[in-house]
């Protein structure tokens, strides 16, 4: 209560008239029997499992995705959502091209298979192969701050360690990942014949971890790269430490295909009073093709959707539409969201967008709400965070972002907040074969179809505007890029 | 104490004269020396960590288990072992012909692919594969106990469902692992196409658990067999629980290749006092060919040779020797073990094995102490008990045998004792990928050092024989197999 009633003072300072109680009786009392009736909902592990079960390995752009797309159209109208449409968009294509389990073995010192798996957006090695000796960076920093002879990386596989650590709100990732994003850019400047890393993430299982590499001004890589899973890595980290030459020999397949379709499905609830104003709430269809996607993204989908359901199915339009969005080609480089940003800058209704939000970190506990809206409307969330406080819901800042979905849109001022997700073993599955199904706990999802029911329904029936209001405030930075 | 007093008291009434105090002073403080060196020696741990990472996966009869045995002549050699040697055995020779993942995927009602692995012994799918209709069987003994129609799996693919439990003991293992290692001969009766088990082992992660069918008569299998991973399992269930019709399609290159060699590797430490008398300590040098083989049985190798070795270090020669024997070919059906007995037989000095233990229970402590001894010896077991109690061992019972290498022998009537391990996760990573160095925890590899130390100790330097005196008493039978 008491920092609600600090948060409320601000408010009143910055002079926006916005008040503690701006969350009417009504408004609460609705909230509060949404999350009531989510709590006791499998609906949403229902769609997860339809999701995973039904299509399985959705990669952007492939016919699988495109499955996925015709599962959620059937889904969205036969769970009564009204405006059901999918808005297609071009993007290029890259596949693994061959099993996910690549051939890559260590020939010397000591002969033995490695379990690895291409980066997105690698290269194929020459046809028949390479190999090459490994040089050994315990970092990436070292990596990037490496003096050796211009030579020294010539022809030779660069193997790069980082090591990830665990942590609540997967903060580790963006540093683990640098390696990942950015390292074939410093392999492939010194003539290296490929990169391995030790797989981002944390797992001690023996798949590695895939993910999309950057491509800096658009130029795209001639030299495979590959995560390596952490006991290989530990293999490779071993003998190194022996201080004997070791070289690997590899065959992959991966490459880029061409300009293919993809496509965001998009649902509404129509508001009854303000229709035109549009809380977006997203997750995204598309998932890596070693999981099924159940974390990353099915229980995001079966989140939002199961929330959205519930407010509808409890008979009461809210004043504003609710628009739920599965994004497509997530995975590869935010290609979808991107799309829809740059459609509603088209067709003029990026103003008409209150506020967005994505679920898409797994499928455990929301432990907090975060904002990034303007500073008058802090006190909002505050208010929110109270009500959702028996849920296990903390309030957290007002510097974030909306999910990775939402950069496009946030970079467009579009105002923002996350309910954010115990993320402490996320990285033990992301991204892995292990991302499936069974590691999704049904009490765990059904609390966050509550909060997101609360949530949404906050949001769509109020008349508070989040967006920041220059005049009075500076705006505030985005945190970093979120995982994906 | 009290339970010490018992014991005695019944040896005295079995009239084998044995005292509670047969352990003397002096054997105890030697143990208990020993004890303490190990706990604080890395050797058990460096010896895993050397054969993981210079051989790594050994399948019984390929050039990896020759390398194994080499490294195990060197390692015995450089650590002062006497009457280092190898006896070879011939056996036939089953791979898996190709990559460790085998290609197997749903085609109908959802394509999506399987994470599966052929079972040792297993066949090979028709050239271009095969594509099938699941019967789905929940259990094992539905499939024993089905009376569908003659021609009911004619052609069909076979799924079996069981579920493995944990516990300390690992005793849900032999149940569970019934579909595996009979289940192809129910399912190629009935004129089955393959046979697919859900994954043995507790794991949810991707990886199927591969390990070897039996073949009763000298049978061997027309069809593929392969074992599927948890979270695939699921998806058949699940499939199957929709009522849908399914498909699946595999290839597989998995057969038998012809007689090869494989051998066993066997080191001493000559008794002083009556050399003729063998205390035998094994693990076998042999491992699956998916993981590195470090629990199974990478730990037991270093635990019992970092035991014997220690014992060598402490400058007091034994009254009984010590032998080492790293088995090979234990996972394919103990074929080291039988020739291991067999030569023994023919070379007469069976009768010279007082007693005899094997390690192949991964590398958690210890945390039991069993027998399989003569009545009149079970005292000395519970007296051993009491002086290994604080590292946390109980007393087991009297009718255990010694672990898979020891079944032969114990046949013949070697008495057998066994420290039990911690068993409750290792079915998470047994006969998976996930078997690899990192799993070890030093510490609790150590433990089992002072345990095998002292237990060694106490066996080599007595003059308690441990047979059953069959005038006296009736002999128990061994517990059922173990774990291989
Ligand atoms: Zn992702
Ligand atoms: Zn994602
Ligand atoms: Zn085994
Ligand atoms: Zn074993």
Redesign the interface.
């Known amino acids: 209560m008491m920092r609600l009633a600090v948060a409320a003072a601000a408010a009143v300072l910055a002079g926006s008239g916005v008040q503690a109680q701006e969350l009417s009786e009504d408004a609460r009392a609705h909230a509060r029997s949404l999350a009531d009736v989510a709590l006791e909902s499998d609906l949403a592990y229902r769609l997860t499992?339809s999701l995973t079960?039904?299509?399985?390995?959705r990669l952007a752009g492939t016919p699988q995705e495109a499955r996925a797309r015709d599962w959620a159209v059937e889904m969205f109208t036969e769970l009564g959502f009204e405006n059901v449409r999918v808005e297609y968009f071009p993007m290029d294509l890259w596949t693994r091209g061959h099993?996910?389990?690549e051939?890559v073995a260590i020939t010397h010192?000591?002969p033995?298979?490695l379990?690895a798996t291409s980066l997105g957006g690698a290269a194929a090695t020459p046809e028949g192969g390479l190999e090459a000796e490994i040089v050994f960076f315990d970092s990436f920093d070292d990596l990037l701050e490496f003096d050796g002879a211009e030579d020294a990386l010539e022809g030779k596989l660069v193997f790069v360690n980082d090591r990830m650590t665990a942590t609540r709100t997967g903060e580790g990732y963006g540093w683990a990942n640098r390696k990942r994003t950015q390292g074939w850019v410093q392999a492939e400047n010194r003539g290296a014949a490929g990169l391995l890393i030790r797989s981002v993430g944390t797992s001690?299982?023996?798949?590695a971890h895939t993910g999309m590499m950057s491509f800096p001004a658009q130029r795209l890589p001639d030299i495979p790269a590959l995560a390596v899973s952490?006991?290989d890595a530990?293999?490779i980290e071993?003998?190194h430490a022996s201080g004997e030459t070791m070289r690997v020999a590899l065959r992959t397949y991966a490459g880029w295909r061409g300009e293919v379709a993809s496509g965001n499905v998009i649902a509404e609830i129509t508001g009854a009073g303000a229709p035109e104003e549009i809380v977006i709430i997203g997750a995204h269809l598309d998932s890596w093709d070693t999981?099924?996607g159940a974390l990353d993204d099915g229980a995001g989908v079966g989140i939002v959707t199961a929330a959205a359901r519930l407010i509808m199915e409890a008979g009461v339009r809210p004043r504003r539409t609710i628009r739920v969005v599965l994004f497509g080609a997530e995975e590869v480089g935010l290609v979808g969201a991107r799309a829809y940003a740059s459609a509603r800058q088209e067709d003029g209704t990026l103003d008409q967008h209150i506020i967005g939000s994505e679920s898409d970190f797994g499928a455990r506990k929301v432990w907090r709400l975060s904002s990034g809206v303007g500073e008058h409307a802090v006190g909002f969330f505050d208010a929110m965070q109270e009500e959702m406080e028996f849920l296990g819901i903390e309030r957290g800042g007002n510097s974030s972002g909306g999910g990775p979905d939402m950069i496009p849109l946030a970079a467009m001022g579009v105002p923002m907040a996350r309910l954010d997700q115990d993320g402490t073993d996320y990285f033990e599955f992301h991204h892995?074969?292990?991302d499936?199904?069974?590691?999704i706990v049904p009490e765990e999802l059904a609390q966050n179809v509550a909060a997101w029911a609360m949530f949404t329904w906050f949001l769509a029936d109020t008349d508070v505007d989040f967006r920041a209001r220059p005049e009075t405030e500076a705006e505030d930075a985005a945190e970093g890029e979120p995982a994906r």
């Open positions: 499992e079960t039904e299509i399985g390995p099993s996910i389990f051939e010192p000591y033995q298979e379990y001690s299982h023996r798949f952490a006991p530990d293999q071993r003998i999981g099924t892995t074969p292990n499936t199904f069974d590691k």
